[in-house]
């Protein structure tokens, strides 16, 4: 199984940039699709965005759509979230999070579905 690890959060103003990353660490990082998940205190774990492990398949929360944009470089075994255009209701507690499958072209929206979570990078979007 994987390990996840995210990184690249911060302080960011409004308008701002920020891209973050979940390194993988295990046998393979193929054979999982992938997502990104956030939260703030009191609220349930949202849904961000999400791929498959093939790379071609995308999909995004609406609240997103247009302004982030996610990745996967297979080889690196790193997954990656750019995000441009922050508003201050991004900012959340940002997950990785990985879910096997044999598809190559399925991906998940239910936090539910992912085996693995990555322990989450803070990302703050000042007005």
């Known amino acids: 199984q994987v390990q996840l690890v995210e990184s690249g959060g911060g302080l960011v103003q409004a308008g701002g940039s920020l891209r973050l990353s979940c390194a993988a660490s295990?046998?393979?990082?193929?054979?999982?699709?992938m997502g990104w998940f956030r939260q703030v205190p009191g609220k349930e774990r949202e849904f961000v965005a999400a791929?498959?492990?093939?790379?071609?398949?995308?999909d995004y929360a609406d609240s997103v759509k247009g302004r982030f944009t996610i990745s996967r470089d297979n080889a690196k075994m790193t997954m990656y979230l750019q995000m441009i255009s922050l508003k201050p209701e991004d900012t959340a507690v940002y997950y990785c999070?990985?879910?096997?499958?044999?598809?190559?072209?399925?991906?998940?929206?239910?936090?539910?579905?992912?085996?693995?979570w990555g322990q989450g990078t803070q990302v703050t979007v000042s007005s």
């Open positions: 791929i498959s492990w093939g790379g071609r398949s995308t």
């Open positions: 999070a990985a879910k096997f499958t044999y598809s190559s072209t399925t991906y998940y929206y239910d936090p539910l579905e992912y085996d693995r």
């Open positions: 295990g046998r393979t990082f193929n054979y999982y699709a």
